[in-house]
């Protein structure tokens, strides 16, 4: 398989009907152009998978970052043990007056 899903006597007979119909002299002008034009086209292509690539991994990280936030305060939250009875303070008796 290759561009398109065309092989490669599909891509001859492409290029063969392009040149009778425009003629070698007005492809062969037209090719630097098209190739420069492809080229940037590649570079801008590149340019955002990066882009895209280096969001994701921010999100990924600020996802992180925030669960991590969110694991701390459980722990530090946690009530101190209920005191027992030997550590609890003397209760005084109640005045029957």
Avoid at 15 to 25: C, D, K, N, Y
Wanted: charged share 25%.
């Amino acid at each position: 398989m290759g561009l398109f899903g065309l092989g490669a006597p599909e891509l001859v007979v492409i290029a063969g009907v392009t040149a009778l119909l425009f003629g070698p002299s007005k492809i062969a002008q037209s090719l630097p152009g098209l190739g420069r034009g492809l080229g940037q086209t590649v570079k801008s292509v590149k340019a955002a998978a990066e882009e895209f690539k280096d969001e994701m991994n921010a999100a990924a990280t600020e996802e992180e970052e925030k669960a991590q936030s969110d694991e701390k305060p459980k722990a530090a939250s946690t009530p101190p043990p209920k005191p027992t009875t030997s550590d609890a303070a003397p209760s005084k008796p109640a005045d029957s007056q």
